[in-house]
Every structure is written in structure tokens, then in C-alpha cells.
């Protein structure tokens, strides 16, 4: 329905309008009609009305000076001018106001209906004309938008420095003045449903300090990102406690299962990256089959060495070696055996892996021309982005599959000469636990067939060939840094700082002290 006012002095005129409007076919309904044009002004402010009717000619403010204020305060809506008088410096006023009709009185109905016929699609056009606008301006705020969260989640994950100007009034929004940061993990058991955030966002009013931003590379994971006037920090945290737990309520309402991590506060936009980590490391302290779906943030170091596997040593040789039957079965009994440890957690576990990269890495220098540091930090952040045992087990055994695959045909253990290779082997790894025992399994072969075969290959007891490498490089060290004896000990395979004494100056006929002073 289209409304409209009616602005004469003359009251039969006024009636004369209504009337001849009865029958208009239009869907059209008076708001209210004034007698001259300070009223007039009064009854637009009040109705809003969609279509004025206007006289030219009444006491006070005339109708001239009350089309130029009606243009001043709605500069598009559509004006019928009725007139009495032929007179053009009435019909230039009302041209130069844009009106959309001039009507001579006395008119017919016909003539009345008309002129509502063009205001109407005059109506019509400029709202078609506002849509359009509207809707390109709203295309071009989403492609803005949408650029902006594809810079705001390189940012997080530390791709690119931190944006110094964005372009989407959105993220402006989000990210102008004195601001607290805070980020979400979401990790979810099916794809992420995005529509589904943004609707929980809309409805808790939240679009002010919060935005969803996911994660392209896994479409089971995404975040949350929240910036608040950093004059609310004394009550952000609890209200952050708040909305995951409203949030994860919705979801599961909707069989969406999910775990969400919980990031610190964060001062700067510079230290997204940092509240993302926050956000992964929170998850991190999961056990296995950990019934929490919540994890708020609290400072934690995850160690390595809360992973005792001595099969390690085995499995980086099987790894060198290329045997890709027996790796996923290896990584199968490590993870098991790590599940079944109720305390041992998820970042515990991803510290070992990241010690086991690293191993391989080293391990691939011999091999081929690599960045062991680069890679090693790109197979760290893949381990950030994953969030439960099981995808650490599936991620790891891809990734050492395709070691054995990229060596196959490359080991240097291939030879058919074994006393080479385990020469080879013993060179390299002299610093750890070795014993014939273990040599011999290595290469699948009887510890005792192996004794013999090398002491007739080199004259000499595998011991005694193990002993000889590790003081001689014992020897270099000693030479060639200040490090203490109990440290060179270890460090050449020797926890025990005593034996290693005994045994340097039974064979060197010096003690490592004596020999350190006369090398130098």
C-alpha cells in the first residue's frame, strides 16, 4: 500500500481529491490532508507519507516555497501539483522540484489517476533503482568481506604479518581502536557448517565483536574470532565461558559434535597468531577419550619425553630401510601404547611426533638436498590444525609412508653386503643403546650368525668395533671442546660417567682429563 497526504487550503478542493481517488484501482490510503504549506511540512514529518498532493497557490508559506522545503528533507518523493492558475512561473517552480504532475483545476478524475499512475512508478523505479544499488553494494561489502577473512585467517595462522589497513566495514569494525582479542578453535566430528555459525552469531547478537573465520585447508575445523572494547576486559573471560557454552549447546542441538579450544586475551592484532596457538594448545591438553568438550585456556608445556617408545631407534632404521609393510603397524602398537596411559595428553603426543620429523629430516639430508628447518616447521603446523589421537595416528603414518616411498630403491642399507651395512649403521647411530642383540633384528638375522660373520669380515667383535668408534670420537671431543667428561660420556653412548673412565684408560692407557691436557 502506497500512502499520501493532501495539501489545500480550499476544503472542497480537498474532498474533490478524495473522492475522485475512491475509485483509483491502486492500492493507495490518505494519511492525512493541511491546509497550507507549515502544516503541510508538519503532517509529512508526522505520517511519512509515500506521495504528497499539493495546491500551488495558499496563504502563509505558498506552494512554491513548500515544494522547495519538501525537496530539502525527501529529495525523491514523488510530488502531484494541482493549480488553478495557468500561470507559468507556477508550472516552473513545480519543474524545477521535480514534480511529477502538473494539474490544471478543474480536472477530471481521470487526469487524477494518472498522476498517481506516475508517482506510483516513479515510486517503483526508484526503489527498483535503491535495490540494485543496495544489492551491488552489498555484492561488493561481501567480496570486500570475504578478502579481509581470507587475510585475517592467513594472519592466525601466521602466513602474513598482521593487515595494516582492511577493507570490509565489518572487519573495520572488529579491528579499529583500543581492542582485546580472543580466539575459538572449533574442531567438528563433519563439516564445518558455516551458515549455521553465522545464523548463531545473528541471533545472539553478536556480529559487533565476533566473526567466523575457517579453515580452508580442513573443513572440520574453523575459529572464532572475538574483539571487545578493551574497557570490558574485566568481565570478558566469563562471558567468553559463556558463549562457548551456549555455542556448543546449539550445535549439539543440531547433532553437530565439536570440542572448542580457548584462547587468552590477546592486546593486538600483531598477536592473532599467538591467541590461535593459545586456542590449539588448549585442545592439546586432551587425554585420550577424553569426555570434556570445552577446553579453557591455561599456560601448558607439552614434553617429548613423556613418550618412552624403544622401538624408535628401530623404526627410523625401518623407515631409512623403506619398509612400508611393517610402518603402520609399528605406529599402530606406539600409539596404542601411549592411549593406554590415562594421563599422558594430546600435546604430549604431538611433541613426540614433532621429535620423531625431526629425526627424519636429519635422516633425509643423506639422501637428498632439503631445508630440514622449513619442512620441519610446515609438518608443525599441520600437527596445530589436527585435534584428536586418531588423526595424529592417520597423519603420521601418511607422512612416514611417503618417506619409505620417496627412499625406495635409495637406502643405503639396500647393499647385499650386511657387514657393511650394519658398519654403516654403527658409524652413524654409535651414540645410542646398540647391542648385537639389536643389530642382528635389525636386519633380521641370528645374533650369533652375525658375530661370527663380522669378526671373519673385520677381525674383530662387534663390542670391540662399537667401543673403537665411540672413543675415538670421544678423543675429538675431548680435543676439540671444553664439554665435561660426563657429558662426552653420554654423548658417545655412555650414560654411566665411571664405566666410560675405566674404559678410556684401560684402552687409551690415559685418563680423558690427561688426554684433554696433552692434546692441547
Not at 570486500?144 to 566495514?169: A, C, K, W
Given at each position: 500500500?502506497y500512502t499520501?497526504?493532501?495539501?489545500?487550503?480550499?476544503?472542497?478542493?480537498?474532498?474533490?481529491?478524495?473522492?475522485?481517488?475512491?475509485?483509483?484501482?491502486?492500492?493507495?490510503?490518505?494519511?492525512?490532508?493541511?491546509?497550507?504549506?507549515?502544516?503541510?511540512?508538519?503532517?509529512?514529518?508526522?505520517?511519512?507519507?509515500?506521495?504528497?498532493?499539493t495546491?500551488?497557490n495558499?496563504?502563509?508559506?505558498?506552494?512554491?516555497?513548500?515544494?522547495?522545503?519538501?525537496?530539502?528533507?525527501?529529495?525523491?518523493?514523488?510530488?502531484?501539483?494541482?493549480?488553478?492558475?495557468?500561470?507559468?512561473?507556477?508550472?516552473?517552480?513545480?519543474?524545477?522540484?521535480?514534480?511529477?504532475?502538473?494539474?490544471?483545476?478543474?480536472?477530471?478524475?481521470?487526469?487524477?489517476?494518472?498522476?498517481?499512475?506516475?508517482?506510483?512508478a516513479?515510486?517503483?523505479e526508484?526503489?527498483?533503482?535503491?535495490?540494485?544499488i543496495?544489492?551491488?553494494?552489498?555484492?561488493?561489502?561481501s567480496?570486500?568481506?570475504?578478502?579481509?577473512?581470507?587475510n585475517?585467517r592467513?594472519?592466525?595462522?601466521?602466513?602474513?604479518?598482521?593487515?595494516?589497513?582492511?577493507?570490509?566495514?565489518?572487519?573495520?569494525?572488529?579491528?579499529?581502536?583500543e581492542?582485546?582479542?580472543?580466539?575459538?578453535?572449533?574442531?567438528?566430528?563433519?563439516?564445518?557448517?558455516?551458515?549455521?555459525?553465522?545464523?548463531?552469531?545473528?541471533?545472539?547478537?553478536?556480529?559487533?565483536?565476533?566473526?567466523c573465520?575457517?579453515?580452508?585447508?580442513?573443513?572440520?575445523?574453523?575459529?572464532?574470532?572475538?574483539?571487545?572494547?578493551?574497557?570490558?576486559?574485566?568481565?570478558?573471560?566469563?562471558?567468553?565461558?559463556?558463549?562457548?557454552?551456549?555455542?556448543?549447546?546449539?550445535?549439539?542441538?543440531?547433532?553437530?559434535?565439536?570440542?572448542?579450544?580457548?584462547?587468552?586475551?590477546?592486546?593486538?592484532?600483531?598477536?592473532?597468531?599467538?591467541a590461535?596457538?593459545?586456542?590449539?594448545?588448549?585442545?592439546?591438553?586432551?587425554?585420550?577419550n577424553?569426555?570434556?568438550?570445552?577446553?579453557?585456556?591455561?599456560?601448558?608445556?607439552?614434553?617429548?619425553?613423556?613418550?618412552?617408545?624403544?622401538?624408535e631407534?628401530?623404526?627410523?632404521?625401518?623407515?631409512?630401510?623403506?619398509?612400508?609393510?611393517v610402518?603402520?603397524?609399528?605406529?599402530?602398537?606406539?600409539?596404542?601404547?601411549?592411549?593406554?596411559?590415562?594421563t599422558?595428553?594430546?600435546?604430549?603426543?604431538?611433541?613426540?611426533?614433532?621429535?620423531?620429523?625431526?629425526?627424519?629430516y636429519?635422516?633425509?639430508?643423506?639422501?637428498?638436498s632439503?631445508?630440514s628447518t622449513m619442512?620441519?616447521?610446515?609438518?608443525?603446523?599441520?600437527?596445530?590444525?589436527?585435534?584428536?589421537?586418531?588423526?595424529?595416528?592417520?597423519?603420521?603414518?601418511?607422512?612416514?609412508?611417503?618417506?619409505?616411498?620417496?627412499?625406495?630403491?635409495?637406502?643405503?642399507?639396500?647393499?647385499?653386503?650386511?657387514?657393511?651395512?650394519?658398519?654403516?649403521?654403527?658409524?652413524?647411530?654409535?651414540?645410542?643403546?646398540?647391542?648385537?642383540?639389536?643389530?642382528?633384528?635389525?636386519?633380521?638375522?641370528?645374533?650369533?650368525?652375525?658375530?661370527?660373520?663380522?669378526?671373519?669380515?673385520?677381525?674383530t667383535?662387534?663390542?670391540?668395533?662399537?667401543?673403537?668408534?665411540?672413543?675415538?670420537?670421544?678423543?675429538?671431543?675431548?680435543?676439540?671442546?671444553?664439554?665435561?667428561t660426563?657429558?662426552?660420556?653420554?654423548?658417545?653412548?655412555?650414560?654411566?660417567?665411571?664405566?666410560?673412565?675405566?674404559?678410556?684408560?684401560?684402552?687409551l692407557?690415559?685418563?680423558?682429563?690427561?688426554?684433554?691436557?696433552?692434546?692441547?
Amino acid at each position: 500500500m502506497y500512502t499520501y497526504i493532501v495539501v489545500d487550503d480550499e476544503p472542497l478542493t480537498q474532498q474533490g481529491v478524495l473522492k475522485k481517488l475512491e475509485s483509483y484501482s491502486g492500492d493507495i490510503s490518505c494519511v492525512g490532508t493541511a491546509e497550507n504549506g507549515e502544516s503541510g511540512l508538519k503532517l509529512i514529518m508526522e505520517t511519512q507519507p509515500d506521495i504528497i498532493i499539493t495546491d500551488m497557490n495558499m496563504p502563509g508559506m505558498d506552494g512554491g516555497i513548500f515544494l522547495l522545503k519538501i525537496r530539502e528533507i525527501l529529495p525523491d518523493i514523488p510530488i502531484i501539483v494541482i493549480s488553478g492558475y495557468k500561470d507559468f512561473e507556477y508550472a516552473h517552480r513545480a519543474i524545477e522540484s521535480n514534480a511529477c504532475k502538473y494539474i490544471l483545476k478543474p480536472f477530471p478524475r481521470e487526469a487524477l489517476h494518472n498522476a498517481m499512475d506516475i508517482a506510483i512508478a516513479r515510486i517503483e523505479e526508484s526503489d527498483s533503482r535503491n535495490k540494485s544499488i543496495q544489492k551491488m553494494n552489498e555484492e561488493q561489502e561481501s567480496i570486500r568481506l570475504e578478502y579481509d577473512v581470507q587475510n585475517l585467517r592467513s594472519t592466525i595462522l601466521g602466513y602474513i604479518p598482521d593487515m595494516d589497513h582492511f577493507h570490509s566495514s565489518r572487519i573495520q569494525s572488529l579491528t579499529t581502536g583500543e581492542r582485546l582479542y580472543s580466539l575459538f578453535t572449533l574442531r567438528f566430528e563433519k563439516a564445518l557448517n558455516l551458515d549455521r555459525i553465522i545464523a548463531f552469531i545473528i541471533e545472539n547478537d553478536m556480529e559487533d565483536f565476533c566473526i567466523c573465520v575457517p579453515n580452508i585447508c580442513n573443513s572440520n575445523v574453523g575459529a572464532l574470532l572475538f574483539s571487545f572494547n578493551r574497557s570490558l576486559s574485566n568481565n570478558v573471560s566469563e562471558y567468553l565461558v559463556h558463549i562457548a557454552k551456549s555455542f556448543l549447546q546449539t550445535m549439539e542441538q543440531d547433532e553437530a559434535n565439536l570440542i572448542i579450544g580457548m584462547g587468552d586475551l590477546r592486546s593486538t592484532r600483531a598477536n592473532l597468531k599467538l591467541a590461535y596457538e593459545d586456542a590449539c594448545s588448549s585442545i592439546d591438553n586432551m587425554v585420550y577419550n577424553d569426555a570434556r568438550k570445552i577446553f579453557p585456556y591455561q599456560p601448558m608445556e607439552y614434553n617429548a619425553s613423556n613418550v618412552i617408545w624403544n622401538r624408535e631407534a628401530e623404526f627410523m632404521f625401518r623407515v631409512e630401510n623403506s619398509e612400508t609393510d611393517v610402518i603402520p603397524p609399528m605406529i599402530a602398537e606406539l600409539f596404542d601404547q601411549c592411549v593406554s596411559v590415562p594421563t599422558l595428553r594430546l600435546g604430549d603426543m604431538k611433541a613426540y611426533c614433532i621429535h620423531l620429523f625431526r629425526e627424519a629430516y636429519q635422516m633425509l639430508k643423506n639422501y637428498i638436498s632439503i631445508n630440514s628447518t622449513m619442512e620441519s616447521n610446515t609438518s608443525i603446523h599441520i600437527l596445530n590444525n589436527i585435534f584428536s589421537f586418531d588423526e595424529l595416528q592417520n597423519y603420521i603414518t601418511i607422512f612416514f609412508n611417503n618417506i619409505c616411498n620417496l627412499l625406495k630403491d635409495e637406502s643405503r642399507f639396500r647393499s647385499s653386503d650386511v657387514i657393511q651395512n650394519i658398519k654403516i649403521y654403527t658409524q652413524e647411530k654409535y651414540y645410542n643403546n646398540l647391542s648385537l642383540d639389536f643389530i642382528a633384528s635389525l636386519f633380521y638375522m641370528n645374533p650369533s650368525y652375525i658375530s661370527h660373520l663380522f669378526k671373519k669380515s673385520t677381525g674383530t667383535s662387534y663390542n670391540q668395533y662399537l667401543t673403537d668408534i665411540r672413543l675415538k670420537k670421544a678423543q675429538e671431543l675431548l680435543s676439540s671442546t671444553d664439554r665435561k667428561t660426563a657429558q662426552i660420556a653420554k654423548q658417545v653412548g655412555y650414560d654411566n660417567e665411571k664405566y666410560f673412565y675405566r674404559l678410556f684408560k684401560k684402552h687409551l692407557g690415559v685418563t680423558p682429563e690427561e688426554y684433554r691436557r696433552d692434546t692441547i
